[in-house]
């Protein structure tokens, strides 16, 4: 999910900066709104899997820098394994047993 997400930040980064340039302002209001949703949705994925991790949501900070070195970041999120058990956010999402 993370992928997706991310190319679709870097697609409409690229949108935003042909329309600024052929001074298409819908086609730019509408990436930048389309941008900054993608954005809120990576940070609380984000913050999710830093709370998985066992680390706190500040760390979802760094991954503000702009693409591609917030790409480093959000392969560390997606490769690093989560805590076994509980942490201090909570249970373990990985269980799903309810029985």
């Not at 930040?9 to 052929?22: E, Q, V, Y």
Request: hydrophobic residues 55%.
């Amino acid at each position: 999910m993370f992928i997706i997400f991310y190319f679709i930040n870097i697609l409409c980064l690229m949108i935003i900066w042909d329309s600024f340039h052929s001074q298409s302002w819908a086609v730019f209001y509408a990436a930048l709104v389309v941008l900054v949703a993608s954005i809120c949705i990576l940070l609380v994925q984000a913050i999710k899997r830093l709370h998985d991790i066992g680390l706190d949501w500040k760390y979802s900070l760094y991954l503000l820098i702009p693409p591609p070195l917030n790409f480093i970041g959000f392969i560390w999120l997606a490769a690093k394994k989560g805590q076994d058990g509980e942490n201090e956010y909570g249970p373990d999402p990985r269980k799903t047993d309810v029985i």
